[in-house]
Structure formats: C-alpha cells, structure tokens
C-alpha cells in the first residue's frame, strides 16, 4: 500500500550485488503472501528483468530470482502462465546445471510449482528440456535436491500418460524405485508419490513401475513411522493394483494385500483412504482375489473403518470395498455378512443427518454396497434384522433372498416363522403386481395357509 513495489524494481538494477539479492528476496516474500501481490509483480514489469539478470549473476542472486518466480507462479495458471511468457522456462533450466545445489534445488521447485497446475503449463516445462536434468538432479548427494527434484516430476507426471511417458522415457522410474529404502521420510513420501503419478495412467506405465522391482521393498513403507510415507505408499500400490488382475496378483503374492491390511489396522483418518480403495480394487477384480482378501483377514479392519471413522467419504469408501468383497458368490457375501455389516451399511444409509453431497455420493456408494452383498446372500440370519428397519428399496433385495432360499431348506423355513420374519413379511405394503410381491407370494406359498393367515 506504500508504493513498495515500484522502490524495489530499480534495486534489482543496483550495483551492489547484496542489494539486488536482498531486493529479490523482498519481492519474493511479497508475491508468496498472496496472489493479488503476485499480480503486482507481475504488472509492474518485474519478471522480464529477473530473468535478464538469471544468466549473468552470481547463486545468491540466482536462488533469489528463483524464489521470486516460485512464488509468483505457485497461484494461478494464469500467473505460471506470466512466468512462461517472459521466457523465464528456459533460464530456470540453464539453472538446473548450475554446479551450485542451492540454485539447482531453486530452480526445480520453481519449475514444479509451474508444472502443478495443468497439463499446458506441465507440457511447457517438458518442452524447455527440464526433464533429463530433474533426473539428473535426483542422483546428487544432497537430499534437499532430491526431494524437491522427485516432487517436481510428480507435478510433471500427474497430468497425462504423455507427460508420464517422458519422465520414463528420462530414466526416472530405475532412479525414484531405488530410494524408496532411503532413511529421509519426506524424501520418500516424494519418491512413492511420484511413482504413484507415473503409475495411474495406464497398465503399460504401471507394469514398467512394477519392473523396477519396487516389490516386496514397498511395503515396508506401509511400517513407516512417518503418516505421509505411509499413505503414498498405499497409494502406489492403489494406483497399480487397480489396473488389471494380474498386477493385483502380483501384489497379494507379494504379500501385499496382508501389509495393506495390517496398515489400515494400525492408523487412523485418511491415511486410511488409499489402503481402502485398494483393497476394493483388488477384491473387484476375481473371485479369487476377492478371496484372498477374505482370507487375510480384511474384512474386520474395513468394518473397524465403517465404525470408527467419522468423515463420509472414508466410510463411503469402505462401504464400496465390502460391496466389491461381498458381491461375487454366496460365500463371499456370508462372510461379509457374517461380520454383522449389513446393519451397519443400512443405518449409513438411512441416515440422512450427514451432508447433503456427501449424502448423495455416500449414499449412492452405500446403496450399492448393500445391493451387491444382498443379492448374493444366502445367510439368512444376516438379513432377518434387517427386516425391520429397511426402505422399500432394499427390501425387495432383501424378501428376494428369502424367496430364493426358503423354498429349498425346511429349516430355515420353521426358523423363519418362530423368529417373526414371516409375521414382517405379512405387513409390508407392496404394489400389485411389483417384484416385491411376487418375492412375498412366493414366501408365503412356502407355508400352509393358515400359518400364514
């Protein structure tokens, strides 16, 4: 409000060199505040003379410059956008070779905060020759340099299998898989995240991911003591598992699915979330697959989730995970019911008390869990309760089941009566002539007809 801005542009033209870092820097802090004083920088024709000033100054002023550019362009697109045109791509790049770490580590996190935003700006960073030098940069001793070179080829990676392809295509994936042993957590959580954004494009990506022999070495990051770590490794082995049968495969032989497991027991909240999804993705694939998560004992932990966490989507996400274990066969579906889910899964859905797009998409996912479960179930005992309580939408999936096993099994049929459900059954209204009816008549002619009067 000072008139700042303008005082400090000539000052980048000082003679003296502490002058111009200092006056740098200023700027730099400004811009990083907030995105209308990053647009002041950008107005007052700032830019085109850092940039000048890039290629002949000495790594003070260089970093500064960088800072400045970092925090100009981590706003907007529009404002990356200013970065691109005044040319400052390739001078960023000139930088990545400086034999300084300091002006290469400046340099890369301008260029990732750049490249974050979408796949044009991502494209620009590409075409400015960034690429070999970030993998290059990853390969240096200095782990701040690593960190911030592996989290600038995620931002470039995350866009589209294209941009993915050409960090490959640089020899990233060999150089990223060999520092996931690495002791430094955030240096890891950047390495797995990376790989993860090189992983989730297409089957081709994620199989040259899994050629880089990041398993069984993987999992021992889903152990870390660091959250962060934990849940972007989860998140790598999401992100390959959902592709096809035979990556899944290839996780729960590694003894995967079980490591999974175990680190959804052992946190809480959204660290959860990618462990979760994947074990719904894996169970989605087979029967076999699904098995080998009944086998391993997930079950119990996704119902834990159902129960303990208080965020919808976590509990959205668990409800998919069960629908996809329990929707194959009878046996699967017995033993998510046996778990005593099916209650829990109908109170989230009749709970309307929870936020209204939340309630739409956790209710969707829900209903949908439910639906899968009960259409293949034929544990009765799981779904009398639920006799009582059900919306006439999951109740005609529900007297379905019965229609379909009490015919067939004597036992059930004496249970059923002295348990009351005959008697419920008698008092649900529904439409002539509808599905559900026809399920009632079906049950009803099971008994003689006074026991049904």
Same mark, same amino acid.
């Given at each position: 409000n000072s008139g700042v801005m303008s005082l400090l542009r000539p000052l980048l033209l000082d003679v003296v060199p502490t002058i111009q870092q200092t006056a740098a820097l200023a700027l730099g802090r400004l811009a990083n505040y907030n995105d209308d004083l990053a647009e002041a920088v950008v107005k007052g024709d700032? $830019?085109?003379?850092?940039?000048? #000033?890039?290629?002949?100054?000495? @790594?003070?002023?260089? /970093?500064?410059?960088?800072?400045?550019?970092?925090?100009? =362009?981590?706003?907007?697109?529009? $404002?990356?956008?200013?970065i691109v045109h005044c040319g400052a791509l390739e001078m960023l790049v000139i930088c990545l070779e400086d034999f300084d770490p300091g002006v290469k580590e400046a340099a890369s996190w301008a260029l990732g905060y750049i490249a974050r935003h979408n796949s044009e700006l991502s494209q620009a960073v590409v075409d400015a020759g960034a690429v070999p030098l970030l993998v290059l940069c990853i390969q240096e001793p200095e782990i701040a340099l690593k960190r911030i070179a592996a989290s600038t080829l995620s931002d470039i990676s995350k866009h589209s299998p294209e941009l993915a392809q050409t960090v490959v295509d640089a020899g990233a994936i060999a150089h990223l898989a060999q520092m996931i042993l690495n002791p430094d957590a955030k240096l890891k959580r950047q390495v797995l995240s990376a790989l993860s954004q090189i992983a989730k494009h297409s089957v081709d990506l994620a199989e040259?991911?899994?050629?880089?022999?990041? +398993? &069984?070495?993987?999992?021992?990051?889903? /152990?870390?003591?660091?959250?962060?770590?934990?849940?972007?490794?989860?998140?790598?082995? @999401?992100?390959?598992?959902k592709h096809t049968p035979e990556?899944?495969?290839?996780?729960?032989?590694?003894?995967?699915?079980?490591?999974?497991?175990?680190?959804?027991?052992?946190?809480? =909240?959204?660290?959860?979330? &990618?462990?979760?999804?994947?074990? =719904?993705?894996?169970?989605?694939?087979?029967?076999n697959? #699904? *098995?080998?998560?009944?086998?391993?004992?997930?079950?119990?932990?996704?119902?834990?989730? $159902?129960?303990?966490? #208080?965020?919808?989507?976590?509990?959205?996400?668990?409800?998919?995970?069960? =629908?996809?274990?329990?929707?194959?066969?009878?046996?699967?579906?017995?033993?998510?019911?046996?778990?005593?889910?099916?209650?829990?899964?109908?109170? *989230?859905? *009749?709970?309307? @008390? #929870?936020?209204?797009?939340?309630?739409?998409?956790?209710?969707? +996912?829900?209903?949908?869990?439910?639906?899968?479960?009960?259409? /293949?179930?034929?544990?009765?005992p799981a779904l009398e309760p639920l006799l009582h309580d059900? &919306? &006439?939408?999951? *109740?005609?999936?529900?007297v379905g089941q019965f229609s379909k096993v009490l015919p067939h099994d004597s036992k059930a049929r004496r249970l059923f009566v002295t348990t009351g459900g005959l008697k419920k059954v008698q008092e649900i209204k529904a439409e002539p002539g509808s599905l559900l009816q026809e399920y009632i008549n079906t049950i009803n002619n099971c008994y003689p007809e006074e026991i049904v009067r």
């Open positions: 700032i $830019l085109p003379q850092l940039v000048c #000033s890039l290629s002949e100054q000495n @790594r003070f002023y260089k /970093k500064a410059a960088a800072f400045v550019l970092r925090a100009v =362009g981590k706003h907007s697109p529009q $404002l990356a956008q200013a040259l991911v899994v050629e880089a022999e990041i +398993f &069984p070495v993987v999992l021992t990051c889903l /152990k870390d003591s660091d959250e962060y770590v934990k849940k972007n490794g989860a998140t790598l082995i @999401r992100e390959i598992a990556l899944s495969q290839l996780i729960v032989n590694a003894g995967g699915v079980a490591a999974v497991i175990d680190c959804i027991g052992s946190c809480r =909240g959204t660290v959860r979330l &990618p462990g979760i999804m994947m074990l =719904g993705y894996v169970a989605a694939h087979s029967e697959l #699904s *098995m080998a998560v009944i086998v391993s004992k997930g079950i119990p932990p996704l119902c834990a989730c $159902l129960i303990e966490e #208080s965020e919808d989507h976590i509990k959205a996400a668990a409800a998919w995970a069960l =629908g996809q274990v329990g929707r194959h066969t009878p046996e699967h579906a017995r033993a998510v019911a046996v778990a005593n889910v099916l209650p829990t899964l109908l109170a *989230m859905y *009749m709970d309307t @008390r #929870s936020s209204e797009d939340l309630q739409m998409k956790a209710s969707i +996912f829900t209903k949908r869990a439910l639906k899968n479960i009960l259409q /293949k179930c034929t544990y009765l059900a &919306p &006439p939408n999951i *109740m005609k999936h529900i």
